[in-house]
């Protein structure tokens, strides 16, 4: 039954979000319903902390279990409480994710609901970081999905506010006049006071007579509703017109007012933050207003400091408040210059990573030709210089009276010309690879030299790349070649084995030794373990033998 009542619940909460409607507390032992109610009406400090840790846990729960359509609702909560936290940029990157997850589901032009929450709620940020034109485009793209009344309402009110901000006045007077009509038709009070408040304000500022009226109507209205939020917002309004004009006598007395209804309404801090700050802004005493100022910077340099780590991914641009002071200016110019080191310093990261990258698979281009002219110069040496050679060889001993002197430097040559082929012939990589290393290196074993093999058996070759085992092949084959040219070793170990998800492979041997000064076979092993980025080291002194040890 567990999946069933949560998909209802889902179903039924995602209702809600969208809508942004109010719905009543949930039973305590419904912990869904009860940690979405304390995303929407937080009623302490810790309830969002709380709510964040809870959906954060359903999130990786639902993730685990493919359960996309959850995930994206709980990235949507997670995103609302970053906002109401003030991690604006993380909000913004919880939303993108929510958003591509559904881009990505089957079924996506039906899930409009989601969609349009997603939308708003990108506007809304983007609306907070003084983004207009951006939040302008996402809530465009809410108006050309959105058939509820409802959502186009709600989007028409968010555009208006924006171009409100823009000081693009007569976009939003035609926005907030086209609310109320639509609110009137409806007969939805509440609706009627916030828009004609808002168009009020919007028309007190370009000096129409009717703003004041229309912001009283409005106070009047949230007052007969005993709309506490609505009526702060009035007031605020009206503290903002009478200050404008110099009637500061007037904008005193309906601050105390509103000071005196956030004391009576639970001392809201919210409320009480902008009506104590309209409250100093009226205040004559400079100190005061100094001190608000210098606050009001050193709060912004914090939160530009807090949030660089993610400016360069959202081309961030700090924009808590505007700037009024010197101060507070100095401290936004130097918080750019951050990040753009940050930006150039990323960006030089990633070119030398492309540069590396380009680099390593052109040498892989080189090395894969390499080993193709190595295929086709030993079958040449094999199909046709060292069978032509055993042919003559074949021949000349049926004529009588060929020195024998004649016929061992023919067979020194045959000889010769069927190692070389050896060494550049390459390996059949897709057989049992320790069988074929097992081979190569049992063909030096002689009378004089022991070959000693150790953990061969024991290595799981599948999980090694091709690249890789065709480089510890040739190293090998070129390390043994060495050995029988020059070292005249009698015991010959080789060790192998695995750690650390590498494989390891260690030579030794008991012959001449060498001062190391590096020549052509040294110098092409090396290369060869650098192309599949692994590492060799070679250790050895005159009479003290020859070591080796790979990693790859």
């Known amino acids: 039954m567990k999946p069933i009542r949560d998909?209802?619940?889902?179903?039924?909460?995602?209702?809600?979000?969208?809508?942004?409607?109010?719905?009543?507390?949930?039973?305590?032992?419904?912990?869904?319903?009860?940690?979405?109610?304390?995303v929407k009406q937080p009623g302490t400090r810790t309830d969002l902390h709380?709510?964040?840790?809870?959906?954060?846990?359903?999130?990786?729960?639902?993730?685990?279990?493919?359960?996309?359509?959850?995930?994206?609702?709980c990235l949507r909560l997670i995103a609302d409480i970053q906002n109401k936290i003030g991690f604006l940029y993380e909000s913004e990157a919880s939303a993108v994710e929510a958003l591509n997850l559904l881009d990505h589901l089957k079924g996506k032009d039906t899930l409009v609901e989601p969609r349009i929450g997603i939308y708003n709620h990108l506007g809304m940020i983007c609306r907070q970081r003084d983004d207009y034109e951006k939040a302008l485009y996402y809530y465009d793209r809410v108006l050309n999905i959105a058939t509820n009344e409802n959502h186009k309402y709600t989007t028409w009110n968010n555009k208006s506010n924006v171009y409100k901000d823009q000081q693009n006045y007569t976009a939003a007077i035609t926005g907030f006049t086209k609310l109320y009509?639509?609110?009137?038709?409806?007969?939805?009070?509440?609706?009627?006071?916030?828009?004609?408040?808002?168009?009020?304000?919007?028309?007190?500022?370009?000096?129409?007579?009717?703003?004041?009226?229309?912001?009283?109507?409005?106070?009047?209205?949230?007052?007969?509703?005993?709309?506490?939020?609505?009526?702060?917002?009035?007031?605020?309004?009206?503290?903002?017109?009478?200050?404008?004009?110099?009637?500061?006598?007037?904008?005193?007395?309906?601050?105390?007012?509103?000071?005196?209804?956030?004391?009576?309404?639970g001392n809201n801090p919210k409320w009480r933050s902008h009506i104590l700050s309209a409250i100093i802004d009226l205040k004559n005493d400079p100190d005061i207003l100094e001190f608000k100022r210098y606050t009001d910077s050193v709060v912004a340099a914090d939160q530009l400091q807090r949030n660089k780590y993610v400016s360069a991914k959202y081309n961030f641009i700090a924009q808590e408040q505007k700037a009024r002071e010197s101060e507070l200016q100095r401290v936004r110019e130097k918080s750019r210059r951050i990040v753009y080191q940050f930006v150039g310093l990323f960006l030089l990261i990633i070119v030398i990573l492309v540069v590396l990258y380009l680099r390593m698979k052109h040498r892989k281009e080189i090395q894969q030709k390499v080993n193709a002219t190595e295929m086709r110069i030993s079958q040449k040496m094999h199909d046709e210089v060292a069978n032509d050679m055993y042919r003559l060889m074949t021949n000349i001993q049926t004529y009588p009276g060929i020195p024998g002197k004649i016929l061992d430097d023919l067979e020194d040559i045959y000889t010769h010309t069927r190692d070389i082929s050896r060494e550049i012939n390459t390996p059949d990589l897709n057989a049992d690879y320790g069988e074929t290393l097992k081979d190569l290196l049992l063909q030096f074993q002689t009378?004089?030299?022991?070959?000693?093999?150790?953990?061969?058996?024991?290595?799981?070759?599948?999980?090694?790349?091709?690249?890789?085992?065709?480089?510890?092949?040739?190293?090998?084959?070129?390390?043994?070649?060495?050995m029988k040219k020059?070292?005249?070793?009698?015991?010959?170990?080789?060790?192998?084995?695995?750690?650390?998800?590498?494989?390891?492979?260690?030579?030794?041997?008991?012959?001449n030794g060498c001062d190391l000064q590096k020549g052509?076979?040294?110098?092409?092993?090396?290369?060869?373990?650098?192309?599949?980025?692994?590492?060799?080291?070679?250790?050895?002194?005159?009479?003290?033998?020859?070591?080796?040890?790979?990693?790859v």
């Open 181 to 265: 009509e639509h609110a009137l038709k409806e007969k939805d009070t509440l609706r009627m006071a916030r828009a004609l408040d808002n168009l009020g304000l919007v028309q007190s500022r370009v000096n129409m007579s009717e703003g004041l009226l229309n912001m009283k109507k409005a106070l009047d209205i949230r007052r007969s509703k005993h709309h506490v939020s609505g009526i702060i917002t009035s007031y605020l309004h009206l503290i903002e017109y009478y200050r404008d004009r110099g009637e500061t006598e007037q904008a005193v007395a309906i601050a105390e007012e509103a000071r005196k209804i956030t004391d009576s309404s």
């Open 486 to 511: 020059h070292s005249n070793a009698t015991m010959v170990l080789l060790q192998f084995g695995q750690a650390g998800g590498a494989t390891v492979v260690e030579y030794s041997d008991n012959g």
């Open 50 to 73: 709380k709510a964040y840790v809870y959906f954060e846990n359903r999130r990786k729960e639902h993730s685990s279990e493919k359960d996309t359509l959850n995930v994206i609702f």
């Open 7 to 38: 998909s209802f619940l889902f179903f039924l909460c995602a209702l809600l979000y969208t809508a942004e409607v109010d719905c009543h507390v949930p039973q305590q032992n419904d912990s869904l319903h009860y940690y979405y109610l304390l």
């Open 520 to 551: 052509n076979g040294l110098t092409n092993a090396e290369n060869r373990i650098k192309l599949v980025n692994g590492t060799i080291t070679f250790v050895s002194a005159p009479k003290k033998g020859f070591k080796a040890k790979m990693v």
């Open 447 to 482: 009378d004089k030299t022991n070959i000693v093999i150790k953990g061969l058996s024991e290595i799981s070759w599948k999980t090694v790349r091709e690249d890789e085992k065709y480089a510890i092949y040739k190293v090998l084959l070129e390390l043994m070649v060495n």
